[in-house]
């Protein structure tokens, strides 16, 4: 049976022209620069996204703007049917961007409403957009999933226990969906270090602006940063091109994987 596999088409990294690709979380700074280049190389996108993340960020020519709420029951049904009006059903690919952290605190002083927030945002509402491209995904024929999971699912800091129990989940969740699934639908992880966006420098992860805090103290970052082989934090760059390998097909027989993007930070 492998012998009659088709050659993947070496010749570059992504996906081919014309893939039909939907990104939840897209207006982020990941998710900006993942979309410039998958319409540099001939892909269909469609961004789904808060309503004020993409007015804050304007999508490039020739991208599909959806708005919605992930914490809102019935936001994603209504999202993904509209975008199932404009592609006849179907999508090749899917990745799942969201991210948010709250006040960096210790899990005691935060509330349940926060609790429930980051909970909402960073694992609930992957639960939901999965409902929502599975079938999509299907009458495509099959397809990938890629979801943006984080280093902090592995390496815990201070303050960070309720998005990184949420990313640990996420990441469950990636291989719980890749059995089910397979062989058609391939389902990875993506677990990045820091990168240089407004979420490191506190921004709000849900595509924001800066703010004068960042999500680590100076003194924080200076400890990582020494801890990091490589000797710098990540640029969207150095993630962009591992999600555009997951989803092509030069990465057929991987699925159910976690990807640790990191400087060689954490390496297993």
Same mark, same amino acid.
């Given at each position: 049976?492998?012998?009659?596999?088709?050659?993947?088409?070496?010749?570059?990294?992504?996906?081919?022209?014309?893939?039909?690709?939907?990104?939840?979380?897209?207006?982020?700074?990941?998710?900006?620069?993942?979309?410039?280049?998958?319409?540099?190389?001939?892909?269909?996108?469609?961004?789904?996204?808060?309503?004020?993340?993409?007015?804050?960020?304007?999508?490039?020519?020739?991208?599909?703007? %959806?708005?919605?709420?992930?914490?809102?029951? !019935?936001? *994603?049904?209504? #999202? &993904?049917?509209?975008? /199932?009006?404009?592609?006849? =059903?179907?999508?090749?690919?899917?990745?799942?961007?969201?991210?948010?952290?709250?006040?960096?605190?210790?899990?005691?002083?935060?509330?349940?409403?926060?609790?429930?927030?980051?909970?909402?945002?960073?694992?609930?509402?992957?639960?939901?957009?999965?409902?929502?491209?599975?079938?999509?995904?299907?009458?495509?024929?099959?397809?990938?999933?890629?979801?943006?999971?984080?280093?902090?699912?592995?390496?815990?800091?201070?303050?960070?226990?309720?998005?990184?129990?949420?990313?640990?989940?996420?990441?469950?969740?990636?291989?719980?969906?890749?059995?089910?699934?397979?062989?058609? %639908?391939?389902?990875?992880?993506?677990?990045? !270090?820091? *990168?240089?966006? #407004? &979420?490191?420098?506190? /921004?709000?992860?849900?595509? =924001?602006?800066?703010?004068?805090?960042?999500?680590?103290?100076?003194?924080?970052?200076?400890?990582?940063?020494?801890?990091?082989?490589?000797?710098?934090?990540?640029?969207?760059?150095?993630?962009?091109?591992?999600?555009?390998?997951?989803?092509?097909?030069?990465?057929?027989?991987?699925?159910?994987?976690?990807?640790?993007?990191?400087?060689?930070?954490?390496?297993?």
């Amino acid at each position: 049976m492998s012998d009659n596999l088709p050659s993947p088409d070496f010749t570059r990294l992504g996906p081919p022209e014309g893939y039909r690709l939907a990104i939840t979380g897209g207006c982020g700074g990941i998710g900006r620069h993942l979309v410039d280049i998958a319409l540099a190389i001939g892909l269909k996108v469609a961004v789904i996204d808060l309503p004020e993340s993409m007015e804050r960020h304007p999508l490039p020519d020739g991208v599909i703007g %959806i708005s919605y709420d992930a914490r809102v029951d !019935g936001e *994603v049904e209504r #999202a &993904f049917s509209e975008l /199932g009006e404009r592609w006849d =059903g179907a999508i090749d690919g899917f990745v799942h961007l969201p991210g948010y952290m709250s006040s960096k605190v210790t899990i005691e002083e935060l509330t349940m409403e926060e609790i429930d927030e980051q909970l909402n945002v960073n694992l609930r509402s992957a639960f939901t957009a999965t409902k929502a491209t599975l079938p999509m995904l299907r009458k495509a024929g099959g397809g990938s999933m890629v979801f943006a999971a984080s280093g902090l699912a592995t390496l815990v800091e201070i303050g960070t226990g309720t998005y990184s129990a949420a990313k640990a989940g996420l990441i469950a969740l990636a291989k719980g969906l890749a059995k089910e699934n397979a062989p058609d %639908i391939r389902v990875n992880s993506i677990a990045p !270090g820091g *990168v240089d966006t #407004a &979420f490191m420098r506190g /921004g709000t992860g849900r595509g =924001g602006d800066e703010t004068n805090e960042g999500v680590f103290t100076d003194d924080q970052m200076a400890r990582i940063m020494s801890t990091i082989p490589l000797g710098r934090i990540a640029v969207t760059a150095d993630i962009v091109g591992p999600i555009l390998f997951l989803l092509s097909e030069k990465a057929r027989f991987m699925t159910g994987q976690t990807m640790y993007i990191n400087g060689g930070r954490l390496m297993v």
